[in-house]
């Protein structure tokens, strides 16, 4: 099973460009890499999926090297309302891995 | 699409109460996952069905929590007796394998369980 690792929390400004990063060092061939997206009392939203190099969609970018130990999400030009917990999971259903979520990571945009 | 649809949102009972959240799943998706979510612990997966069976309860907590499917769009999490550290936010999840990926989970709004 693989396990995540990401910052507890960041801090950001209006306008910016937000990168959070995941460590997922014994990442299984066949796992995907999702980020999911979390505001006070709703459920974690998908944001972007990819298994490997790049992945853009109208919200997101993910970057993932080409040992997919690591990835990184990218939040262009961030607004207030991008303030949310950031969740990364790693796994393989299909293999019978339990999508276990990480601590995720708190991201506070600020005016 | 409705999303998916979860009853209660809240729900508040006194310790040694039976407790039923229930789930409705994305029509057309054979996956389901309940979720419990708590400032200490963060999204706990409980278990998950695939095909209205449970394949991995592993994170059921104890024998007080129970789930079933009855078919593939119910689901419920039954806690008897319920117990104050059982209060949390309970998720439900479902995702549709057969679209690719099967870790594009599906998140409902929630049930907050507080038990007194």
């Known amino acids: 099973l693989a396990k995540t690792t990401q910052p507890i929390s960041m801090d950001s400004y209006e306008g910016q460009e937000v990168n959070i990063t995941c460590s997922h060092n014994?990442?299984?061939?066949?796992?995907?890499i999702t980020w999911y997206q979390q505001f006070p009392s709703q459920g974690p939203r998908f944001i972007i999926q990819?298994?490997?190099t790049k992945v853009t969609n109208e919200v997101a970018s993910l970057f993932i090297p080409a040992d997919r130990k690591s990835s990184t999400l990218s939040l262009p030009r961030v607004s207030l309302s991008d303030t949310a917990v950031y969740y990364c999971l790693v796994g393989d259903l299909d293999a019978g891995n339990m999508l276990t979520f990480g601590g995720g990571t708190r991201l506070m945009v600020k005016p | 699409d409705a999303g998916v649809i979860q009853s209660p949102r809240h729900e508040v009972t006194e310790m040694g109460q039976e407790v039923t959240l229930r789930c409705k799943p994305i029509?057309?998706?054979?996956?389901l996952f309940w979720y419990r979510q708590t400032m200490m612990r963060g999204l706990e997966l409980l278990i998950y069905f695939n095909n209205n069976v449970p394949i991995d309860d592993s994170g059921m907590p104890e024998d007080r929590f129970s789930a079933k499917m009855p078919n593939a769009s119910f689901s419920t999490l039954k806690i008897q007796p319920s117990e104050p550290r059982d209060s949390a936010v309970y998720f439900c999840a479902s995702s549709n394998p057969l679209a690719g990926s099967n870790e594009k989970l599906f998140f409902g709004s929630g049930t907050q369980l507080s038990v007194l």
């Open positions: 029509s057309g998706h054979n996956s």
């Open positions: 990819g298994y490997k």
């Open positions: 014994n990442i299984a061939t066949n796992d995907y």
